[in-house]
C-alpha cells in the first residue's frame, strides 16, 4: 500500500517499470511528460530506439483495490526479491520500490558520499550538454 501522501500525487493513475533491482513508480502526468521530452527533445537512434523499448516495455499500470493496496506481478516479485517487507524511496519525481533486504544490502554497500559524488557528477554532465546546446 502507498502511504497517503504518495497516493494523493497519483490520483489520476500510476504506473511502475523494472529497473535494475527495484520498480519505479510514475504518476501519469510525469510519465505523460516523459513521452513528450523524447519526442520534442531527443535524436532518434538504435541506441536510444533500445532504451525507450527497455523503459516503456517494462511499464503496467498499477491497480489498487478498495483497501489502496496494489498487486505486483509474480514474475517481479520473485526477480527483485520482494517478499513481504519493501521499502519506498521518493526519488525527485518517482518513487522506487525495492525489497527492504535488497535496499538495505545496497546501502551497506554505498556510503552517503559516494551517492552525493554521482548526483554531483550527473549535473555536472548535463550542465555541460547545456552549454554544447547553447554553443550549436
Known amino acids: ?21 527495484y520498480l519505479s513508480i510514475y504518476p501519469k502526468e510525469m510519465l505523460d511528460k516523459l513521452s513528450e521530452k523524447f519526442e520534442d527533445e531527443l535524436i532518434y537512434s538504435p541506441e536510444m530506439e533500445l532504451k525507450m523499448e527497455s523503459f516503456f516495455g517494462s511499464m503496467f499500470q498499477a491497480e489498487e483495490d478498495e483497501q489502496g493496496r496494489f498487486v505486483l506481478p509474480k ?8 517478499d513481504k517487507e519493501i521499502v ?3 526519488v525527485n519525481n518517482h ?7 535488497v535496499f538495505e544490502e545496497r546501502q551497506k554497500s554505498e556510503s552517503g558520499s559516494d551517492a ?16 554544447t546546446t547553447k554553443k550549436d
Not at 8 to 21: I, L, V
Not at 75 to 82: C, D, F, T
Open 116 to 131: 552525493m559524488a554521482g548526483v554531483l557528477e550527473l549535473l555536472k554532465k548535463v550542465e555541460e550538454k547545456r552549454q
Open 75 to 82: 514474475e517481479y516479485r520473485n526477480e527483485l526479491h520482494i
Open 88 to 90: 519506498l524511496v521518493g
Open 1 to 21: 500500500r502507498l502511504p497517503s501522501e504518495y497516493r494523493s500525487q497519483m490520483r489520476n493513475g500510476w504506473f511502475m517499470t523494472k529497473k535494475s533491482g
Open 95 to 101: 518513487i522506487n520500490l525495492w525489497a527492504k533486504e
